[in-house]
């Protein structure tokens, strides 16, 4: 696939086709890697480690005694329900 760098404010992008999104598993939203490896610019998916960590462990790790405190979002913006 060919594309152009382009402006988008005062960033620039590449647009990527479906199909080339396809092939490499990524979606909108999804995070990737942006490196340079001997001048050409390779964007890999970054994948969260499956089965790696469980929610016991990381429940593990909350010091003894938290309590947690109630977060203040401010007003309401929209419809949201409080």
Do not use: F, H
């Amino acid at each position: 696939m060919v594309t152009k760098v382009q402006s988008w404010g005062n960033s620039q992008g590449l647009r990527l086709s479906k199909q080339v999104l396809a092939e490499a598993s990524v979606t909108v939203g999804d995070t990737v890697d942006v490196t340079v490896r001997d001048g050409a610019i390779v964007i890999t998916p970054v994948r969260p480690p499956r089965g790696k960590i469980s929610l016991r462990s990381l429940v593990a790790q909350i010091p003894k005694g938290y309590r947690p405190k109630e977060a203040d979002w401010g007003p309401r913006v929209g419809r949201e329900a409080w």
